[in-house]
C-alpha cells in the first residue's frame, strides 16, 4: 500500500511539473513621446461603462470563427477583465492625444465627475481568416445635462499574423483606431 502511494504521489508529482505554461496578455496603447515634467490637466473625460458581448466576457482568450464558431485559446489568458483592459487602453490612448486631459474610469466618485464621458459596447472582437475585426457602438455623454450628444458605430479590421501575441496586438491597434475615432469627436464637440 506503502509503495503504490508512493507511485501516486511521484506520478501527481511528474503531472504538475509538465502541466502547460499559462500565458498572459493586456491591451497596449499606442506608443506616445516620451515626456518629462508635469502638465496641467485642464480636462476630465470619463471613461465607461465599457461594455463586452457575453462571450467575450472570460478571462480565456475567445474570438468567433466566421462561420459562428467560439474557439477558446488553451492557455491564454486577459491578465485582467476584457471590460478594464479595453477601458485602461482607450484612456491611455485619449491622454496620449492631448497631455492637458486626464479620464477616470466609471464608476466615478461625486467628487470626481467628469463633464463628458464616453461609453462603450464591444459587440463583437474577432478573427476572421486573417483579419482581427471589432465592432462596437460608443457614445460621448454630456453628464451634466445628462444626455447623449454623440453616437457612432465602428467596425475595423486590421490584419492579423497566427498566434495569440499577434491577435492581441492587432485588438490593442484596433482600440488604438477607435480612440482616434473618440478624439476625433472630442474635438468637434469642443471637449
Not at 474610469?105 to 463633464?115: L, V
Request: with cysteine.
Amino acid at each position: 500500500m506503502r509503495k503504490f502511494l508512493g507511485i501516486l504521489l511521484a506520478v501527481s508529482v511528474l503531472a504538475a511539473c509538465s502541466s502547460p505554461q499559462k500565458n498572459y496578455y493586456v491591451l497596449s496603447s499606442a506608443s506616445a513621446p516620451q515626456t518629462t515634467g508635469s502638465q496641467e490637466i485642464t480636462t476630465l473625460i470619463g471613461i465607461g461603462p465599457v461594455e463586452v458581448a457575453e462571450y467575450l466576457n472570460r478571462l480565456h482568450i475567445v474570438w468567433q470563427s466566421g462561420q459562428g464558431e467560439l474557439i477558446m485559446s488553451g492557455n491564454h489568458f486577459w491578465a485582467e477583465p476584457l471590460d478594464k483592459g479595453i477601458t485602461r487602453a482607450l484612456a491611455l490612448n485619449l491622454t496620449a492625444a492631448n497631455s492637458n486631459r486626464s479620464t477616470v474610469a466609471f464608476p466615478w466618485r461625486a467628487d470626481n465627475k467628469p463633464r463628458y464621458s464616453v461609453r462603450v459596447q464591444v459587440q463583437a472582437l474577432d478573427r476572421i481568416d486573417s483579419n482581427a475585426r471589432m465592432d462596437a457602438v460608443w457614445q460621448l455623454v454630456d453628464n451634466d445635462a445628462g444626455q447623449v450628444i454623440h453616437r457612432k458605430r465602428f467596425v475595423q479590421t486590421t490584419p492579423v499574423d497566427a498566434g495569440v501575441s499577434s491577435l492581441t496586438r492587432a485588438y490593442s491597434d484596433l482600440l488604438t483606431v477607435l480612440a482616434k475615432d473618440i478624439e476625433g469627436s472630442l474635438i468637434t464637440f469642443g471637449v
